[in-house]
């Protein structure tokens, strides 16, 4: 089956650094989505792209579907406390008769930021 | 709207026991999934429903687990007889054809 390869695993930045993670792919999307679990809660979605090369921001945060359709990247800009929490790469790939929409998520990259 | 909303919020049980998790998608979403989560393997993809119909049950893992959809509004994950093995966060989501999911807060289950 498929599977997301997510890296890093973990990440510990001060607070208004950087930061990047990326998601590889075995085989190809349609649908690539970053969410972002804080603790206790379920993954809330933070940014959704769906065609290959596209680029897209939402605040301080940018995600781009790579052009192969195998994989896509994270970026937060100034990274505030806030931003603590595990973040989660998945893919959707519709198949042909449009009823299946199944999201493979990646294991999460857990982001700390000191102040 | 409410969000999906699941429950029991925590549920501790005892080896063998059966237990059922329940999940009430959002108004209007016809997909419906459910999830286990794990440090060891993540978020898996358990069974999924499109139009209250199982459309992919591969990630159940065994007879063990068997979930239903008796309606657009409800659905039920269970298992019996529970093993320890079986402790996890279950997070049912639902979504609209193939938009974006929505998560529930998730059933914190521990089998002792």
């Known amino acids: 089956g498929q599977q997301l390869n997510q890296s890093p695993q973990s990440m510990f930045i001060q607070e208004g650094e950087d930061v990047s993670m990326n998601c590889t792919s075995s085989s190809i999307f349609n649908t690539w989505l970053w969410y972002k679990q804080d603790p206790g809660e379920g993954p809330v979605l933070l940014i959704a792209l769906y065609k290959a090369g596209e680029l897209t921001s939402n605040g301080r945060l940018t995600a781009q579907f790579g052009i192969t359709r195998k994989d896509s990247f994270l970026n937060i800009s100034a990274s505030i406390p806030s931003d603590v929490g595990i973040y989660f790469c998945a893919g959707q790939l519709r198949n042909s008769g449009g009823s299946n929409y199944k999201l493979t998520f990646g294991k999460g990259t857990l982001l700390t930021v000191n102040p | 709207d409410a969000g999906v909303i699941q429950s029991p919020r925590h549920e501790v049980t005892e080896m063998g026991q059966e237990v059922t998790l329940r999940c009430k998608p959002i108004?209007?979403?016809?997909?419906l999934f459910w999830y286990r989560q794990t440090m060891m393997r993540g978020l898996e993809l358990l069974i999924y429903?499109?139009?209250?119909?199982?459309?992919?049950d591969s990630g159940m893992p065994e007879d063990r687990f068997s979930a239903k959809m008796p309606n657009a509004s409800f659905s039920t994950l269970k298992i019996q007889p529970s093993e320890p093995r079986d402790s996890a966060v279950y997070f049912c989501?639902?979504?609209?054809?193939?938009?974006?999911?929505?998560f529930g807060q998730g059933t914190r289950l521990t089998v002792v």
């Open positions: 429903f499109n139009n209250n119909v199982p459309i992919d």
């Open positions: 108004s209007g979403h016809n997909s």
């Open positions: 989501a639902s979504s609209f054809e193939d938009s974006e999911a929505f």
